[in-house]
């Protein structure tokens, strides 16, 4: 059903990376779970008010406080799809995340007050209805909320949508919320015991829950946040795999949008080599990062030694000795100024972010300590990065 939607109502559906498409996938699912929450929402409302049920009427509003979400994700995809202009000229691409927050906050909102309303329900019980009919209904709306669910998480890791991956996630909590509603109607038709103000608290903490991760989901990139390790891998293979780049480090990704990224990244190049020449590749580099990738990417070279046996050693020295104190990390820019009395050895080390600087120092001081016990004359040059890689 996912494919057949997708190859319906998405023009050039293979193509994730172009702007026009991603909106095309925005505006089916929007549509989509508008569609599905407004059937869910009659339903259970109406199946709520037959059995007089807290916990039947809250699920019911979670899924009109779901077709809301809809509304406001389909706005917020059209706009965000509006192209570039002089104000912004990296698209309007973060009013997707916007409106995602918007809708975190309205998810929250409609918990609140259903947690107020069954609270209610538990200091003055009601008694409650039993119809089967109403029941095998309810088990339906699992049925769609499951097919929910796996749509939204498929689109979204089709197009690397983290609104989509939300609300899948949310579909899914909209599940066990369901079940929940069930569990309470089947005890009190079965042993005629009524929890339903219990079970209308409960699913009101999994709305309001599922409304925080949702805004934890959504503030991340506008906030700043790691490079995922995947994004990572791909444009670091992507760039080192041009004649002429030794190697890469210094990754920076600044997220405008799930379409639009603009990164830098440090390329180590043959310091020998034809600064014209290099100079061409980078360039291709950039443009066919665009093409391919749909990255805006900005290179510097760091131009380093690559002839040298005796540079290549003492580069091998350090990583051993690096090797040995903490295997998490890393070296780039390695150089070496030769002299009878003095050797500098010039370098970049790339420490993991939790690393305080108490420990910073003492690594660097047994590291220079360590390479004099190789030789006395080895004075250390050391520049200290953190990685803005996210962990795995």
Known sequence: MTDFLVRRFVKDYNQTQRASVRTSYGILSS????????????????????????SVMSDAFNNLSDAASSIISF?????????????HPFGHGRIEYISALIVSFLVIEVGWTFMKTSFAKVRSPEALSFNMVSLIILV???GVKL?????????????????????????LGDVLVTAATIFSVALYGAFGWNIDGFIGMAVSV???????NIAKDTLKPLIGEAIDPYVYRKIKTFVEGYDGIWGTHDLIVHNYGPSTSMASIHAEVDSHG????????IDQIEREAKEQLGIFLVIHMDPIETNDPLVEERRRM??????????????????????????NLIFDIVVPYEMKEKEIE????HLEEKLRLLDGRFHCVITVDKSYIAEN
């Open 362 to 365: 003492e690594v660097t001081a």
């Open 31 to 54: 549509i989509v779970g508008i569609g599905c929450n407004l059937f869910l929402f009659l339903a259970k409302l109406m199946i709520g008010i037959f059995l007089n049920s807290i």
């Open 206 to 212: 999994v709305v309001i829950v599922a409304g925080i």
């Open 140 to 142: 339906l709306s699992i």
């Open 274 to 281: 034809n600064m014209e020449d290099i100079h061409e590749i």
């Open 75 to 87: 706005i917020g995809v059209k706009m965000a799809g509006r192209p570039a202009d002089k104000d």
């Open 318 to 343: 350090v990583l051993e000795c690096l090797d040995d104190l903490d295997g998490r990390i890393t070296l780039h820019d390695f150089r070496m100024v030769d002299g009878r009395k003095q050797v």
């Open 147 to 171: 097919w929910m669910s796996f749509f939204n998480r498929k689109l979204g890791k089709r197009i690397g949508s983290k609104v989509m991956e939300a609300t899948a996630a949310d579909s």
